[in-house]
């Protein structure tokens, strides 16, 4: 590890090769936690290139624990995190949304490093149990439409920088590859990233995979569709802006969409919301990035038919009964 830092010291970058071999040697315990903390800073301190955050990736889908969901096209919602907005689990809500209209969910999640609950904090708070069984998953998929996968639990090396991720307490490139890694490669992915700079790379990896993506950024650094201004939007076919009205019929106020102080607190506006019982802005947010996922999926011939799905799903109950479908199969 020293020849290497002493590399990146000297303002060089990694190959993508010697970026997967290095994160495959941290997965395998050849590194102190001091040299694992400095390597992680030098990413803090520059840039990531595609290389690297390609040679990271491969480690980490070499290692991982894959799962086949029964050839279910499945969907994840996810943000890279890191955006410091101390937003409350919005996109963990929209999938449950989404599995709400019928759509299979595979959520790949993690516990906050720089927010105070992740969707494994909350989920765990909500009473599901973290597993990598397959047949167990596959039953929530069938049953519930939606299944958690707990990162730690797929992936080594992310059990292993976990504690010192938690210690930084700020974003690392660890929250750039969450979502580029979901074990059960679902088929749709909306991904929310907090700055353009990283919604550029995740638009060239993305398109060299064989799903279907939507990435979204909110452009005052939410790392979701937040209301609160205008939207970037890419999908494979392009990119445009979208403003609140558009997206979610009406403009928040980032008071509106504050996650708590808590874990016990994020975990109760969660249940608040999808029993139906979160105030105009939480709703309206919560279904502007379900509706966002699922017109990304072709199910829908219009943007404004994916919102009204969603609304039926939150509205008569869906949504809410996938939860507790969920943690009844626990």
């Known amino acids: 590890m020293k020849k290497i830092l002493q590399y990146l010291f000297e303002h060089k970058t990694l190959s993508r090769e010697t970026a997967k071999d290095t994160l495959l040697n941290i997965s395998k315990g050849v590194y102190n936690e001091s040299e694992i903390t400095a390597f992680i800073t030098v990413f803090l301190m520059r840039s990531i290139t595609i290389d690297e955050l390609q040679g990271f990736r491969d480690a980490l889908l070499e290692l991982c624990v894959h799962i086949d969901l029964n050839g279910y096209e499945t969907m994840d919602i996810?943000?890279?995190?890191?955006?410091?907005?101390?937003?409350?689990?919005i996109s963990?809500?929209?999938c449950f949304i989404v599995a709400g209209t019928g759509q299979?969910?595979?959520?790949?999640?993690?516990?906050?490093?720089?927010?105070i609950s992740g969707a494994s904090n909350v989920m765990e708070?909500?009473?599901?149990?973290?597993?990598?069984?397959?047949?167990?998953?596959?039953k929530e998929v069938e049953l519930a439409n939606i299944c958690f996968l707990h990162a730690p639990l797929f992936h080594p090396a992310l059990k292993t920088v976990g504690p010192i991720r938690k210690n930084l307490g700020i974003r690392t490139f660890f929250n750039m590859l969450g979502p580029m890694v979901n074990p059960a490669s679902p088929k749709f992915q909306?991904?929310?990233v907090y700055n353009l700079e990283m919604a550029r790379i995740y638009n060239y990896l993305l398109q060299?995979?064989?799903?279907?993506?939507?990435?979204?950024?909110?452009?005052?650094?939410?790392?979701?569709i937040s209301l609160t201004n205008d939207t970037k939007v890419i999908t494979n076919n392009g990119e445009r802006i979208m403003t609140p009205e558009q997206v979610g019929k009406r403009m928040v106020a980032p008071a509106d969409i504050h996650g708590g102080n808590s874990t016990e607190e994020a975990a109760k506006i969660f249940a608040r919301i999808l029993k139906g019982d979160g105030s105009w802005a939480q709703n309206a947010v919560v279904l502007a990035n379900a509706a966002m996922a699922?017109?990304?999926?072709?199910?829908?011939?219009t943007y404004e038919d994916a919102y009204a799905a969603a609304v039926e799903s939150l509205e008569s109950g869906k949504a809410h009964e996938a939860l507790k479908t969920l943690i009844l199969l626990q």
Do not use: M, P, W
């Open 104 to 115: 299979k969910v595979a959520k790949h999640g993690n516990y906050g490093a720089s927010s």
């Open 208 to 224: 060299q995979t064989e799903g279907t993506f939507t990435i979204i950024h909110g452009i005052d650094g939410y790392d979701e």
């Open 125 to 138: 708070q909500l009473g599901y149990k973290f597993k990598n069984d397959k047949d167990r998953l596959k």
């Open 190 to 192: 909306l991904v929310g």
């Open 92 to 94: 963990t809500l929209a």
């Open 78 to 89: 996810v943000g890279t995190g890191g955006d410091g907005k101390n937003t409350f689990n």
């Open 294 to 301: 699922l017109n990304c999926t072709d199910a829908f011939s």
